[in-house]
């Protein structure tokens, strides 16, 4: 909804001679500007614009020139002190959408014409049109859907967030939408380029430079061809880290100075790049207890979280459960719903969130009868098995290592789910070293107690080194 409209703005405030553009809401926060540097995320406590006509206009007060919509200071005489020492000649403030201001000054033209001012109007409409239309939309925010105050909140942050440039950091549990939440940033924040997304837990740790920035031919021993790296696929758009807190710890500094000067290396090039890619990156797990098993740096944690936003689990917002289900209703197939569907699934607690409930949704359409009743829904829920989002908790652990001593097999119950991102390389690890230690450390009889034939042995081993989860690796 954003698309392209930072841009056209900026393109035509340029065309009028405009020294500084900002936009931001009633509570303060700077929300994008272009043009004069400036200092500090809050109009209420910056530098490098004049407060005092902000505040006016804040509260209501400030002098309405023309119409009512359109505050205007249109001489130096006019103007504050602090106005005058930055140099302004004349500025606007236009408020958008009710909750919006639009700033607007110049230090180039005494006063703004009245076709500069009827252009700062249209300006002003298109960004409240647009701030509706998101607000409004409940066909653009699969996932996302419902009225609860969570939910709310957290659309409420996409679209404050897609018009910063500044990196940002979702929290959540598997399967609450953060992928989709990356996706509706990127989608409204105008960039030209494309999201790309980095899937962490799939690269193996030796490759991961190369993945994210490339390399020349000969780089190293497998370099046989130039390869483009996620940032230059990424170029002028959003790069999105799935699962953060997978990229290998001597990495991590590098993609620090990335996010810190824009500027790399492709391995086997000594020539510098520069790259204009914005992160977006996501975790389920708890990073300040991943900085104090130091297997995270602080520093590139903080550098992350400058914008944070925390999905709420289904289950902390349960009356979203039916906006989300009307929102998937293709999934049944055209099956009515029958006497206690609602209540089956308003009880469950699910741990596997809105992902889960769309699998259990699938489900009915191809296996229940129409009706859907609850019984059903209740038979479909028990087929699910427990996700493994926090293998921390003893209860989850203790599951996925029944299901293996029950004879289901590792590619079913950890491969998959690892390389679907619902577990880490760390859970990966604590189990494989629990079953080896079990095995009587013996790889083979590990292997073999987990349903991996003989056939497979070699692809196990070689899985086991390739994404470093070996049982005898450190960590």
Known sequence: MFEGIKEKIWE???????????????????????????????????????????????????????????????GAGELTRSAQVLKIKSLIILPVGGQFFLYIDSGVKESFSGADREAFRVIGGLLAGTIEQVRRSESDVGGLSGGSPEIERVRDLVLRYSLEEAPVLLLGETGVGKSRIAELIHRYSGRKGKLYTVNTPGIPEHLFESEVFGHRRGAFTDARADKRGFV???????????????????????????????????????????????????????????IRARQFREDLFFRLQILTIK??????RREDIRALVQENLEHLRGKEIGDGFWQALLAHDWPGNARELITVLLRAGIDAPSPVTGAEIRRLIRMSPMPAASLENGEASRDLEARLGAGEDFWRVVWKPFIGRDLNRDQVRGLLRRGFAASEFSLKKLALSWGICENDYKKFVAVLHKYAIHPKSGS
């Open 232 to 290: 230059d696929e990424a170029r002028g758009g959003t790069l999105f880290f799935d699962e953060i807190s997978e990229i290998p710890l001597p990495f991590q500094a590098k993609l620090l100075r990335f996010l810190e000067t824009r500027r790399f290396h492709v391995l086997g090039d000594p020539e510098e790049r520069e790259a204009d890619v914005r992160i977006i990156a996501a975790s389920n797990c708890d990073l300040a207890a991943s």
């Open 311 to 316: 999905l709420p689990p289904l289950r902390c």
């Open 12 to 74: 035509q405030l340029r065309e009028k001679d405009v020294s500084l553009a900002m936009l931001y809401g009633r509570d303060g926060r700077i929300l994008w500007h272009r043009g004069r540097s400036i200092l500090g995320g809050s109009v209420l406590e910056g530098e490098g614009f004049p407060r005092g006509f902000i505040e006016a206009a804040l509260r209501g007060r400030a002098r309405p020139v023309e119409s009512e919509d359109v505050l205007v200071a249109p």
